[in-house]
């Protein structure tokens, strides 16, 4: 089962930012918080992960509260083109964990004009 | 750089009858992960192969079996297909195995089975 809480959907004007929540109450010292979206029709796409320090990239930013127990990524200025899913997924890293991200069922974003 | 590369896009095969799915992962990258993703479900792993030997393995039965080339490209058969094995299937690459890495994903197989 998914590790992670997220709300369903969420509306979000264009050109507004977008905070997207992610709850991870059981999170382990170990685990990372990656962040992926997947636009319809199309393989999910990487957008930004972190450990315990907000990360920032040319995408987004990923903001980590101090417990760890929950995150919000941040779209800074959202288009029509990020309307997507977006999924949380928290994760080990080391050979034991490999490639398996588990993803829940993620948070609609629908930006609107 | 190409991204990951998946063939057929689109596949209708008859229950009972196997299907052979195929992925080309980016260049360099050794690392080849299978998702299955359906309505009911969403995105389940399926399994990872890593310079050829199957590395983890998600919860599905014995008729999912994949594997990977000395190329890094692998694939993936489903046997006796059945109705429910109608999904998005969906592979991932990335350099190398559990480490600090994000996932590029493909654009996917849509395989119907009727």
């Known amino acids: 089962d998914a590790k992670t809480t997220q709300p369903t959907s969420m509306d979000c004007a264009e050109g507004r930012a977008a905070n997207l929540p992610c709850n991870h109450s059981t999170i382990s010292g170990n685990e990372y918080v990656y962040w992926y979206r997947q636009i319809h029709s199309q393989g999910p796409q990487y957008i930004i992960h972190?450990?315990?320090n907000n990360e920032t990239n040319e995408m987004a930013s990923l903001i980590i509260t101090e417990d760890r127990k929950s995150s919000t990524l941040i779209l800074p200025h959202a288009t029509l083109r990020d309307t997507a899913v977006y999924y949380c997924?928290?994760?080990?890293?080391?050979?034991?964990?490999?490639?398996?991200?588990?993803f829940g069922q993620g948070t609609t974003l629908q930006v609107k004009p | 750089k190409a991204g990951v590369t998946q063939t057929p896009r689109y596949l209708i095969k008859t229950r009972g009858q196997q299907v052979t799915l195929s992925c080309s992962p980016i260049?360099?990258?050794?690392?080849v992960s299978w998702y299955q993703q359906t309505p009911g479900q969403g995105l389940q792993f399926l399994f990872e192969y890593f310079s050829e030997t199957q590395r983890n393995k998600g919860n599905f039965p014995g008729r999912f079996s994949g594997r990977q080339f000395s190329n890094s490209r692998s694939e993936m058969n489903v046997s006796t297909l059945e109705l429910g094995d109608s999904a998005l299937y969906l592979c991932?690459?990335?350099?190398?195995?559990?480490?600090?890495?994000?996932?590029?994903f493909g654009s996917g197989t849509r395989l119907t089975v009727v």
């Open positions: 260049s360099g990258h050794r690392s």
């Open positions: 991932a690459s990335s350099p190398w195995t559990g480490t600090n890495y994000g996932y590029t």
């Open positions: 997924i928290v994760r080990s890293h080391g050979s034991s964990n490999t490639g398996k991200l588990i």
């Open positions: 972190g450990l315990k």
